[in-house]
């Protein structure tokens, strides 16, 4: 197994840039593949669900209907061992509670000058498609991270997709949360071809307003695509991850941790950025005695990543990793340093930030309320987790009493004037102000 290990200062512009551009090189390479699907699936509507379905999912769905049925949410449910009906209770629990704080107030409203009042009116979305992927792996997870913010917000319609298992079933475990999330509308379809249902609509799925949910470098291509008919919502491609250690650090720890994110797909990334040699040494050792014990397909993911766009970085200083760290905006980021809150300090892009070493990505991905469905490829340099905002809009409500127009009469026509429109300062003096 061959691990990266780099000194940062020994890389040319063009490795950096590679480490920071990441999976984005293969969402740009699969854009035009992308679009001939969404050209179909427009033309074709559901038959062309069906029949790509059958392409890429090796299942035939064209004597289902597209729309999963009540009697298969009570199937599902009695197909589920208790301990994992407890454990998505638990987390499904913990991000209600977390997520409820952000609901807003029905409506703010102040007096910003005399007579002149302004404020916000919040109303939720009409709807919204959540994507949640099934090809790698079941994650019931992504459901509820998505589900429980849009139930919140009271969403009118939440509808999710997700590619359907043996027989076109939905797997049992998204259905059990779907139930318990309030989600309206279950589809057995996913792919880029879900992402242009959504966005475009066809005989059996309505379009949406609204999208959310992590996926393949594929999904991510359809809602770059698709961003002139739908909200895509925050980029959520493949996953990424940097362990921020210093000299500190349990290695061992440091490597059980860093392998999480691997182990999600041949296209993430995952690194250690550390200004302790000794650290990265024994990092790698570990990683490469833990990986051989894994079975396939996750042994081959993590190899890929850590030789691929993973790996790990040895710094000059805490500093520079720090600067590295902001430079990339990761998806997850935890700070294994002997200070992670001092540290805090020195972080300003990341999509979640964990602090220390018994808080793994494991734990944030599953149970402790906050989201982890998080900006990847850079995005969380603007973008902020899922959240029960990206499920509202805002309105501006302004009211304006006789007196508080007077008041501001001569500083809306000076303004008019100065911009060269008339019938703006005529609406002000034909009212005799």
Known sequence: MNINIRKWNNLNKEEKDRIFARSELNISEVSDSVSAIIEKVENEGDNALIEFTRKFDGVDISSL????????????????????????????????????????????????????????RPSPLTSAGLYVP?????????????????????????VVVSP???????????????????????????????????????????PVIKLSGPGSMYIAAAKRLLSSKVDAGLPAGPSESIVLADEAADSFKVA?????EAEHGSDSSALLVTPSENLANEVAEII????????????????????????IIITESLQQAADIVNRFAPEHLQLQTKDPFDTLKLIKNAGEILMGDSTPFSV??????????????????????????????????????????????????????????????????????
């Open 65 to 120: 209907p597209l729309l999963v049925q009540e009697e298969e949410y009570i199937e599902a449910e009695k197909m589920l061992p208790d301990n994992l009906k407890e454990a998505i209770k638990f987390s499904i629990n913990n991000v209600k509670t977390f997520h409820i704080e952000q609901k807003p107030v029905k409506m703010s409203f102040s007096e910003v000058s005399p007579g002149i009042f302004a404020g916000e």
């Open 134 to 158: 099934r090809g790698r792996g079941s994650f019931p997870s992504m459901l509820y991270m998505l589900a429980v913010p849009a139930s919140i917000a009271e969403v009118e319609r939440i």
């Open 164 to 206: 359907p298992i043996a027989g076109g079933k939905v797997d049992p475990a998204y259905l059990y949360t779907a139930k318990l999330c309030g989600v309206h509308e279950v589809y057995r379809v996913g792919g880029a071809q879900s992402i242009a249902a959504l966005a475009l609509g066809t005989e059996s799925i309505a």
């Open 288 to 311: 490469i005695s833990k990986t051989s014990t894994l079975p396939q397909p996750r042994k081959g993911f993590v190899e890929d990543v850590m030789s691929g766009y993973g790996g």
């Open 364 to 433: 944030a991905n599953y149970s402790t309320g906050a989201n982890a469905v998080l900006p990847t490829g850079g995005g969380a340099k603007t973008y902020s987790a899922v959240s029960v905002r990206d499920f509202i809009k805002y309105s501006s409500v302004v009211y304006t009493t006789e007196n508080g127009l007077k008041n501001a009469a001569p500083h809306v026509k000076s303004l008019a004037d100065y911009e060269g429109f008339i019938t703006h300062g005529n609406a002000i003096r034909e009212r005799g102000l």
């Open 256 to 260: 059980i941790d860093l392998m999480i």
